[in-house]
């Protein structure tokens, strides 16, 4: 609903709010990761904001670095990841946090880019769209027809039925919303599949990361959903994959 209300309002509030919301996503991210945070992690959040912000306002403004190599959204990005990998160097992190974290950098300027292209807004409607069937429908499946679990590993929660039956209700709805995206039949389909899956790996992703430190849930902004990674974990991989493969 509150999704809802901002694509009424559009760009660039949009755009301001997920540039803002980001840094709360890293400052929990970075909450998880030690029990106190440190100065050294606020500093990297800070400086994170300003490049994300920085960003924003240069795409909402379409401002353009003088770069000989790369465009504005390869710069940026590479600065805050590089800036990111010498802090994981330095706290020695563990794949799976080294990963995490960098990918939910490039997820946000992801989102920028598409949100800032002519079609931004209907994207991103689609994306919310589908994420939010597959999280509903394989939950939903699990419950009433789930026997075997998928990655008991990772996560005791989710089964092959319930992943199965949110793949094909993603899929379908992807096709019945085709028109979001100027999609053809085969298209719609196409992409239905590879978003439902995407959305279950970003699901696992940051689940392995909540296992790997011990904890249920990634805090507890949202009551009865936990944190702001656990509601947002399955575009991870989604929004990237939307921004290579559209824009």
């Known amino acids: 609903f509150f999704f809802l209300i901002l694509i009424l309002l559009g760009n ?18 970075e909450k998880l990761t030690s029990k106190i945070v440190k100065k050294s992690q606020v500093f990297k959040i800070l400086f994170l904001q300003v490049i994300f912000l920085f960003f924003t306002i240069f ?3 379409k401002i353009e670095i003088v770069s000989l190599f790369f465009n504005n959204d390869i710069t940026f990005i590479l600065i805050a990841v590089f800036f990111n990998i010498i802090f994981l160097f330095y706290k020695k992190s563990n794949f799976i946090n080294f990963f995490l974290s960098n ?19 209907y994207t991103i409607l689609y994306a919310v769209i589908l994420v939010s069937t ?3 429908f394989a939950y939903l499946g699990g419950k009433l027809f789930g026997k075997r679990k998928i990655i008991p590993a990772i996560s005791k929660g989710k089964t092959i039925e319930g992943t199965f039956i949110g793949l094909a209700s993603t899929i379908l709805i992807s096709y019945f919303i085709k028109d ?28 392995a990361f909540k296992r790997k430190i011990g904890v249920k849930d990634s805090g507890k902004l949202i009551p ?24």
């Open 12 to 29: 660039p509030y949009v755009s301001i709010f997920f540039s803002i919301l980001f840094s709360f996503v890293f400052f929990e991210y």
């Open 59 to 61: 795409k909402i403004y």
């Open 103 to 121: 990918l939910i950098i490039v997820s946000f300027f992801s989102l920028i880019v598409i949100l800032q292209s002519p079609n931004g807004l």
């Open 134 to 136: 597959m999280d509903i």
């Open 180 to 207: 979001l995206m100027n999609f053809n039949d085969i298209y719609s389909l196409i992409y239905g599949f590879f978003i439902g899956i995407l959305a279950f790996c970003g699901d696992l992703l940051e689940s």
């Open 224 to 247: 009865g959903h936990g944190g702001l990674m656990d509601r947002f974990d399955g575009y991870f991989l989604v929004i990237p994959f939307l921004y290579i493969s559209i824009n």
